[in-house]
């Protein structure tokens, strides 16, 4: 219902003047349908999904991904981890791609959940290979533990979004002048929407992951924390303080309200107009 109020509060502001209270008002309306309405769908997203809700979810995913030693428990907690990323992806995706001969979210929620299995299965099977072949080898310990678990998430991470969001560059996503109006539906838009939000994604969680072993390295080098058993809070600590930084970094790296030149839009889509810009919404 608050929703819904500040959606009215926004269209009554548009049509009429308003005072500097209104005008205020005005701009915490915007920040909350931002956060909460789907721009293309103009559907409520659920509370999970939404923007806000991404850090508190993923924290505590992160921090047991990150301490698991068996492969069977680092299998589930990733599983768990990519399920609630890819179901992000979707609900935050484009909303616009559209198929006569199948249903695109039936078929983003099969990719999604083949992309998932994939992806735990790839962040675990190197501790599956180290337990079971080089347990004792210290140089496997510290690739495994230390240097793989960074650039698998961070690109299976991509891979998710890739995955579930196929529908966009195979369909087409649409494209809008600079008043709104809708042009054309574009597959380089949708290809190009697609490919930013996988690169955002994979330097949130390889960073995310790689940064707060280095400064671990750091603090245990210099001998900073005397006692060993403040060691696990002061790592939780680093990889909050870097997840909380890295967010907003990814979140921004790319507009959600993307642009593209004419030069990089299908002809067919170029015949309608004389316009030089394009715009498109990215997802999230």
Excluded at 222 to 241: D, T
Aim: with cysteine; glycine share 6%.
């Amino acid at each position: 219902n608050e929703i819904r109020r500040t959606r009215l509060l926004i269209q009554i502001n548009e049509k009429t003047p308003s005072e500097p209270t209104q005008n205020n008002q005005t701009k915490q309306a915007f920040l909350l349908s931002l956060s909460s309405i789907h721009p293309d769908t103009t559907k409520i997203i659920p509370v999970l999904f939404r923007p806000p809700a991404f850090m508190p979810i993923t924290l505590p995913l992160v921090i047991i991904s990150s301490v698991q030693r068996h492969a069977r428990h680092s299998f589930f907690w990733q599983f768990v981890f990519h399920t609630y990323t890819t179901a992000f992806t979707l609900v935050n995706g484009n909303g616009t791609p559209k198929a006569e001969e199948y249903s695109v979210q039936q078929k983003q929620i099969l990719l999604g959940l083949g992309a998932i299995s994939y992806s735990a299965f790839v962040g675990a099977l190197p501790l599956a290979f180290m337990n079971r072949y080089v347990s004792k080898s210290s140089l496997m310990h510290l690739a495994v533990r230390k240097l793989l678990p960074a650039p698998l998430l961070g690109l299976t991470s991509a891979f998710t979004v890739a995955v579930v969001r196929s529908p966009e560059f195979d369909n087409g996503i649409e494209v809008m002048d600079r008043n709104g109006k809708i042009i054309g539906v574009s597959k380089k838009a949708g290809e190009k929407a697609v490919m930013e939000t996988a690169l955002s994604r994979a330097v949130l969680f390889g960073t995310t992951f790689f940064l707060p072993e280095v400064l671990m390295y750091c603090v245990q080098r210099a001998r900073l924390v005397k006692n060993p058993r403040a060691l696990g809070p002061v790592r939780m600590f680093v990889i909050m303080s870097v997840l909380a930084g890295m967010l907003p970094v990814s979140f921004s790296m790319f507009p959600q309200c993307g642009e593209i030149k004419r030069a990089d839009l299908e002809p067919e889509i170029l015949s309608s107009t004389e316009e030089t810009e394009f715009f498109y919404n990215r997802g999230i």
